[in-house]
T-cell receptor, first 118, second 117 residues
Framework: AQKITQTQPGMFVQEKEAVTLDCTYD???????LFWYKQPSSGEMIFLIY??????QNATEGRYSLNFQKARKSANLVISASQLGDSAMYFC???????????????FGKGITLSVRP | EAGVVQSPRYKIIEKKQPVAFWCNPI?????LYWYLQNLGQGPELLIR????????DSQLPKDRFSAERLKGVDSTLKIQPAELGDSAVYLC???????????????FGPGTRLLVL
């Protein structure tokens, strides 16, 4: 079965430090996409970063980078230089299978709460 | 560019009453999704539209939930009658098959928080 696992309890980080949020997945598919979303208390899911299963380099987007270890089936999000505004829920999600068609839905993990301390 | 718009943002109703949620996707996005998010959980897909066609509604409880996207742009999700267990956040998202390299990234609206009393 295809599954996303986020098992960390609430995470705390000091402002300006880096933090890693864990995500593991389970699939037998060779083609898939990994996404991270941020959900602040306002409720909107904000897209952060994407990694394709065939991408050879880890994705980076500003202060966000994805530590993609395909053999371990992990896709951890690294946030550098944490800011107070980073406090939110963070969801790892996966799109299994090909680009379009029946596999376009996202399967989400349960999320991780991140709190940034001043 | 305007994001995904949803209304209302909040809705409180009594059980057995009907309720409807509206979503307007990002301009030009041909795919629209409705997700249900229970407290402390990640979103779960209810229905996906490609233009005006519902291509995946396997998770939609069809006895009480219905959805439409008549002209392939905005969409309405309806619950009739609502039950206590329907209290949740209903998220709408949209994507474009022309999006690259983040292939078909889904962009979400702010959601509608429903409370059924």
């Amino acid at each position: 079965a295809q599954k996303i696992t986020q098992t960390q309890p609430g995470m705390f980080v000091q402002e300006k430090e880096a933090v890693t949020l864990d995500c593991t997945y389970d699939t037998s598919d060779q083609s898939y996409g990994l996404f991270w979303y941020k959900q602040p208390s306002s409720g909107e899911m904000i897209f952060l970063i994407y990694q394709g299963s065939y991408d050879e380099q880890n994705a980076t987007e500003g202060r966000y980078s994805l530590n993609f270890q395909k053999a371990r089936k992990s896709a951890n999000l690294v946030i550098s230089a944490s800011q107070l505004g980073d406090s939110a829920m963070y969801f790892c999600a996966m799109r299994f299978g090909g680009k379009t068609g029946a596999n376009s839905k996202l399967t989400f993990g349960k999320g991780i709460t991140l709190s940034v301390r001043p | 560019e305007a994001g995904v718009v949803q209304s209302p943002r909040y809705k409180i109703i009594e059980k057995k009453q009907p309720v409807a949620f509206w979503c307007n996707p990002i301009s030009g996005h041909n795919t629209l999704y409705w997700y249900l998010q229970n407290l402390g959980q990640g979103p779960e897909l209810l229905i996906r539209y490609e233009n005006e066609e519902a291509v995946d509604d396997s998770q939609l409880p069809k006895d009480r939930f219905s959805a439409e996207r008549l002209k392939g742009v905005d969409s309405t999700l309806k619950i009739q009658p609502a039950e206590l267990g329907d209290s949740a956040v209903y998220l709408c998202a949209s994507s474009s098959s022309r999006d690259y390299p983040a292939i078909e990234t889904q962009y979400f609206g702010p959601g509608t928080r429903l409370l059924v009393l």
